[in-house]
């Protein structure tokens, strides 16, 4: 199995306020995190836990005040120590990231279309705006609409859209489905399993796995709690029944 991306024996501590003596709040806590290529893995757990600092720290986005030991792995790269400069480097070409509110992360007084026109030259794109959009299922004239002029499933589509120009090994989506009627968050689930498919590693955090499973498009779930992942494996495997905190997460899944 391809391992695209991997923390491993991830700690994460975090100044609440500035100056030396600032009292520090452990929001990471010897987590582990193996993200295989092809495949979709959903990283649940309740709100809190930190699963959306995983993804912070997948993309070296973590706050500047972050003390860091263990490892992250992109490929064969380590950035456990890398600066801001390496990371900025494998954004967008080697990590693609949807943000949760796909709208806000477009800037309102410009198109879409210019606006994914931009991370298309930035990453050096072999497709242009308008494929993208295609390859998202999104209308023809969607690039000559504002953000405000899009639904929200429209807008998560154009997300993904940018996400993936620069064809990156390594796909994070964070609740992507959160504000989506079940119709368009099957619509998300599928395009996310297509970037899958294309060989991309690609980690969803989501409350939603209900529909995830239902769409037929996630691969393993890693469960956390309290900063570190209890545990990682195919979905069967968290529902053996012995695990009351796992339980809660599949309580709505469909038999």
Same mark, same amino acid.
């Given at each position: 199995?391809?391992?695209?991306?991997?923390?491993?024996?991830?700690?994460?501590?975090?100044?609440?306020?500035?100056?030396?003596?600032?009292?520090?709040?452990?929001?990471?806590?010897?987590?582990?995190?193996?993200?295989?290529?092809?495949?979709?893995?959903?990283?649940?757990?309740?709100?809190?836990?930190?699963?959306?600092?995983?993804?912070?720290?997948?993309?070296?986005?973590?706050?500047?005040?972050?003390?860091?030991?263990?490892?992250?792995?992109?490929?064969?790269?380590?950035?456990? %120590? &890398?600066?801001?400069? $390496?990371?900025?480097?494998?954004?967008?070409?080697? +990590?693609?990231?949807? @943000?949760? =509110? !796909?709208?806000?992360?477009?800037?309102?007084?410009?198109?879409?279309?210019?606006?994914?026109?931009?991370?298309?030259?930035?990453?050096?794109?072999?497709?242009?705006?308008?494929?993208?959009?295609?390859?998202?299922?999104?209308?023809?004239?969607?690039?000559?609409?504002?953000?405000?002029?899009?639904?929200?499933?429209?807008?998560?589509? %154009? &997300?993904?859209?940018? $996400?993936?120009?620069?064809?990156?090994?390594?796909? +994070?989506?964070?609740? @992507?489905? =959160? !504000?989506?009627?079940?119709?368009?968050?099957?619509?998300?689930?599928?395009?996310?399993?297509?970037?899958?498919?294309?060989?991309?590693?690609?980690?969803?955090?989501?409350?939603?796995?209900?529909?995830?499973?239902?769409?037929?498009?996630?691969?393993?779930?890693?469960?956390?709690?309290?900063?570190?992942?209890?545990?990682?494996?195919?979905?069967?495997?968290?529902?053996?029944?012995?695990?009351?905190?796992?339980?809660?997460?599949?309580?709505?899944?469909?038999?």
């Amino acid at each position: 199995m391809d391992i695209a991306a991997q923390i491993t024996d991830l700690t994460v501590d975090i100044a609440v306020r500035g100056g030396r003596a600032a009292p520090v709040v452990r929001v990471l806590d010897g987590a582990d995190l193996a993200l295989p290529a092809g495949d979709v893995t959903a990283l649940i757990g309740e709100s809190g836990c930190g699963k959306s600092l995983v993804a912070l720290a997948l993309c070296g986005l973590l706050p500047a005040s972050s003390r860091i030991s263990g490892r992250i792995t992109i490929g064969d790269d380590d950035m456990s %120590a &890398a600066g801001e400069r $390496a990371w900025r480097q494998l954004r967008g070409r080697r +990590i693609g990231l949807v @943000p949760q =509110s !796909a709208a806000t992360s477009f800037t309102p007084v410009r198109t879409v279309g210019s606006q994914v026109a931009e991370v298309c030259r930035r990453v050096n794109a072999d497709r242009t705006a308008e494929q993208l959009f295609a390859a998202v299922r999104l209308p023809g004239d969607v690039g000559d609409r504002y953000p405000h002029e899009l639904s929200g499933g429209m807008a998560q589509r %154009a &997300a993904i859209a940018a $996400a993936l120009a620069g064809r990156p090994e390594l796909l +994070i989506a964070d609740e @992507p489905t =959160s !504000a989506l009627d079940p119709d368009n968050a099957a619509t998300v689930w599928g395009l996310l399993a297509e970037a899958a498919a294309d060989g991309a590693a690609v980690l969803v955090i989501t409350h939603d796995l209900a529909s995830l499973l239902a769409a037929d498009a996630c691969g393993q779930v890693a469960l956390m709690r309290d900063g570190a992942v209890l545990r990682q494996g195919p979905v069967v495997d968290l529902l053996d029944g012995h695990d009351e905190y796992a339980a809660r997460f599949f309580d709505r899944v469909p038999a």
